[in-house]
Nanobody, 124 residues
Framework: QAQLVESGGGLVQPGGSLRLSCAAS????????RAWFRQALGKEREFVAA????????NYADSVKGRFTISRDNAKNTVYLQMNSLKPEDTAVYYC?????????????????WGQGTQVTVSS
């Protein structure tokens, strides 16, 4: 059974960095687009970053552009989210997602597989 598992979340001070990983199992996701979304307490889930199956096209929410970097290693069936210069408003549960189509999108409605989420808390 196909499964996505996130790791790397935790508590970090403002200005700090974290690297999230999302490992896929049960099938190869190398031809799938991958993405990260997040949901803060009491808010709607929002798009963070996406990458196409080749890794040649990336998209970012304006709020994270220049601070976050999405990447993938198809040999490891894994996608990463490097988060730098973290702010308190980045606090949320971060979810990774996979889309059967290779082209990435920013809409959560178009993604077919989801992880269980990992908590990121930015606080002093």
């Amino acid at each position: 059974q196909a499964q996505l598992v996130e790791s790397g979340g935790g508590l970090v001070q403002p200005g700090g960095s974290l690297r999230l990983s999302c490992a896929a199992s049960g099938r190869t996701f190398s031809t799938y687009a991958r993405a990260w979304f997040r949901q803060a307490l009491g808010k709607e889930r929002e798009f963070v970053a996406a990458i196409n199956w080749v890794g040649s096209i990336t998209n970012y929410a304006d709020s994270v552009k220049g601070r976050f970097t999405i990447s993938r290693d198809n040999a490891k069936n894994t996608v990463y989210l490097q988060m730098n210069s973290l702010k308190p408003e980045d606090t949320a549960v971060y979810y990774c997602a996979a889309r059967v189509a290779g082209r990435s999108t920013t809409s959560d409605l178009t993604y077919d597989y989801w992880g269980q989420g990992t908590q990121v808390t930015v606080s002093s």
